[in-house]
């Protein structure tokens, strides 16, 4: 089957910069995927050159087959692009809006008008189309956002942090529309700062780091690759030298790792039952003043691939 | 192809009347401006009248030519009187009491001089209380100097061939250097019979220009700091037709405000800017001008904020410069020249060239071709920085 949205050995440079190195995943129609990284990790830059914007230095975007470098109008047709700021005009209406950008995706006028009644639909705005977009709630203007991407209906969903900033009404409408849209055969890609978001929308993961694709599969396997292993997060307060020594030799515990002066990582089997041993290692050494276990989930795959928290 | 240039250009075109700012830059104010300035201003210069006192101690043919041509000149007829005075001491003490604007002084002995071929010197008395009393005299000596230079090289030329003393003002004369004839050819100064008012209404309209077509590029980086030029390029148009769109928009809108304020300042006025189709033809020419150096900052700007004021600061020193502010005659030397660094220095002296000669097309041309290639310069540079920049 022809993947709707693939991408290989994709890199980009700014100046010394090296912003996205060797990148390539593909999507399946149906498929939603998730682009998981933190802040400069180079989603932006990956999703830049995926829609048109950039071009990359290396690499190749297929968009149902079509070659975006050699046929940018073909391949442009088939994707919905929503960018993770709000991208309209302010002082035109929903609907304006709505019937610009649709007019830029060709759709005869007709069409378009009857197209742009359904989305407004879809979106849960048609009460408020004619009311002009400077007056819409954060939510709204993000669900209009979104609609303008869906008019011409599309191959390949391209959505950028599509829920930040939005109440949890609004938030809740984008996802449904979305998994809806993904149950009806659309290919999605999606970036959110939510790991619960990505968790709930996408069937697969790629985590992205310092340019690079670092983890990719599905949510069972990314939590496979840290094993059964749990973090535990410590604050000590004495001779924490001394008591990291400690807790590195202490059996169990896989890796330790200095986060800070008083703070230690530790990445241990059954990290709640260790929990005795740690305190008494450090005993006569160090005071144990605030201790987290965290079991193993997306997130702390992320944390384990990447060393930082998604929000960071 | 045509269909995403138009739905860019119908949004821009919308915004823009939809707020205002197009009917207030590109209409009212240059409107109200050439017509404030054509009120405070504008007509014609008064009617020039001029004595010069003439003080005849050659009692020659040459002076005698002098007072005939002058006395009998069409042009002078009603502006200018000759007042006779004895001395050069009597004209310097008329002068000083403002009884004349200026005097001509003959030496003694000057017809006899140049008749030998040893030239002569006549005198200019001037005062700045009269400077165009002071001009007059001085045009008329410079052509008594011409005469005199020709008539003194044909007879030295004479005597140096061993012509006989005597026979070389026969000899001379015969040949073509015809005696102390002096001749006032029509020329009038150009520009001279232009009203103010066409001055400042053809400069505000130039001024403006750039205020109108400006706006549409700045627009361009409005677009890229609020996402929406992005999603334009994201989806599958031509990458020119966000630029194109705006410019379409930008131009037409600035041919309208200089095509308004020129028939504005005609009606009020009363006065012609010249032929209409050669007008035309050079105010869209300007426009172009205008709309390729607005593009070049715009493609070189980092926030819409920052082409703004580059635009204002451009669009002054064009138009100062360029003689859209203060006449290009009032302008020194030097900064006439300058002027034409600047495309408004082409318009203003197109259209003081349309408005004082009558001519047409052919009148312009060279202008409209200066423009053009100004146009076509700033625009290839605009379309280089917007590869790099906002679509590269």
Redesign the interface.
Known sequence: MTATLACAGLSKRFGDVLAVQDVGFAIEPGEAYGLLGPNGAGKTTTISMLVGLLKPATGNVLVCGTDLAAEPMAAKAKIGYVPQEIALYPELTGRENLRFFGRLFGLPRRALAARIDEVLDLVGLSDRADGKLGAYSGGMKRRINIGAALLHRPEVLILDEPTVGVDPQSRKAILDGVERLVADGMALLYTSHYMEEVERVCDRVGIIDHGRIVAEGTRHELVAMVGSADTIELMLDGDVDGAFDKLQALEGVIEAVRTGTGSVRLLAEGGRYVLPAIIAAVDGRATVIAVEVIEPDLEATFLHLTGSKLRD | ML??LL?VAA?ELR?RT??GTALVVALIVPIALATLFGFALGGDDPPLRATIGFVDLDRGEFSASVRREVMSSEQLKGMLTLRDLPSRQEAQRSLDSGDIGSAIVFPQGFTKSVGAGAGGQVAVLTSAESPLAGVVANAIVDRISSVVDARTLAVRASLAYGVPGDRVKELVERNGAAGPGLSLADDPMEGGKVDLSVYYGSGMAALFAFFVVGASFRSLLTERR???L????????PRWAPIAGKALVGFGLGVVSVCATWVSSSLIFGTSWGDPVAVFALLVAHVLAAAAITMLVASRAKTDAQADGITMVVSFVMAFFGGSLVPLYNLPGFLQKVALLTPNGWTSTGLVQLAGSGGGLTTVIVPIGVLCAIALAAGGLAAAGFRKGLLG
Do not use: H, K
């Not at chain 2, 992005?230 to 148009?237: G, N, T």
């Open positions: 269909r995403p739905s949004l915004t939809r707020d609020q996402g929406t992005d999603r334009m390029r994201a989806a599958p148009i």
